[in-house]
């Protein structure tokens, strides 16, 4: 059982590139640091925030159903059996 917050060994690297892809496109865009001619151009630098953030996308979804599940897990149960409930068990009883 995994704990609260505990994500998945590929969600942490997604997430993990997007970040370093946020820091990247932030310290080019500033001019902080020069990156190869293609990643060079502003237009790259949006690109690169965009991907940032899809990729760290997968990471809050994992967190907001992990802690839905803990906050109201008879929100996330899938039962398609209706409940029965005690008056209408005795009234289909045989015995009464």
């Known amino acids: ?10 969600v942490l690297i997604l997430e993990a590139i997007g970040m370093v892809l946020l820091v990247l496109a932030w310290l080019s865009l500033n001019l902080y640091i ?5 990643f060079d151009s502003p ?10 953030i899809l990729l760290m996308v997968p990471a809050a ?16 149960q899938r ?3 209706k409940p029965v409930s005690k008056d209408q068990d005795k009234r289909d009883d045989a015995d009464h």
């Open 61 to 76: 979804v994992a967190l907001f159903r992990g802690m839905a599940q803990t906050l109201a897990p008879q929100l996330m």
């Open 34 to 38: 020069t990156l190869p001619v293609p």
């Open 43 to 52: 237009t790259a630098g949006l690109v690169m925030i965009f991907a940032g």
């Open 1 to 10: 059982m995994r704990s609260l917050g505990a994500l998945p060994k590929s």
């Open 79 to 81: 039962n398609d059996d």
